[in-house]
């Protein structure tokens, strides 16, 4: 799954990276670990809940609402010029609560354990982050004229890589169904920085990585 690095890595990437930084006062690498492990298991999430026809609706609607259009990822100079305004952090806070509900804390644990983080630090940094992502899915739908639970399916999947190796199973639904002490996924949070195919490949190629 270190295929997500390719994305960290481009030049995208890596204006998310001092973006999400600076706007949170975050290190910077940090912020990287953190987003390395976090875009994955949001999307795994999204993948979750839209396995039902009520969650693939309100997925849908929320990307075709135009408040996801994909625009937020052409304006990221503008997104983090003089910090992020808080009606987008207030949008990521509503996004991390629908697709997280009640694993939300858990998760800010595990991977603020991992990066070296307090779970509110990574809040933040999710906050922003979430936005991002749900403008890239939203991008992805028009592009690809999703409309159904299916196609919603076959989307994100892709994001994923479509073909995820047991490891990496093992890692998206360890965290998300952690407790959040983080030991869970002791033994395989390294393959992060081990697997060099999978969703981050994808995900690199979607925002222009090398």
């Given at each position: 799954m270190s295929g997500i690095l390719d994305l960290l890595n481009s030049d995208i990437g890596k204006t998310i990276i001092n973006g999400v930084s600076g706007t949170t006062g975050t290190d910077e690498n940090k912020t990287s670990s953190v987003l390395t492990m976090a875009m994955p298991v949001l999307m795994k999430a999204m993948e979750r809940n839209?396995?039902?026809?009520e969650g693939a609706q309100g997925l849908l609607s929320a990307l075709n609402s135009g408040k996801h259009d994909g625009s937020i990822l052409d304006n990221l100079g503008d997104l983090f010029n003089g910090g992020v305004d808080e009606n987008v952090k207030t949008d990521g806070e509503k996004i991390l609560g629908h697709i997280l509900g009640s694993k939300k804390e858990g998760v800010e644990n595990v991977i603020g354990a991992k990066a070296g983080l307090d779970s509110s630090s990574v809040s933040n940094i999710l906050k922003v982050a979430a936005p991002i992502l749900m403008g890239l899915l939203g991008k992805q739908a028009r592009q690809n004229n999703v409309s159904s639970q299916n196609d919603l399916g076959g989307l994100i999947g892709g994001l994923l890589g479509?073909?995820?190796t047991q490891t990496e199973q093992s890692f998206l639904e360890s965290i998300l169904d952690a407790d959040g002490d983080g030991s869970v996924i002791d033994d395989v949070a390294g393959?992060?920085?081990?697997?060099?195919?999978?969703?981050?490949?994808?995900?690199?190629?979607?925002?222009?990585?090398k």
């Open positions: 839209a396995s039902t026809p479509g073909n995820e393959m992060v920085l081990k697997n060099k195919k999978g969703i981050g490949s994808v995900l690199g190629g979607l925002f222009g990585g």
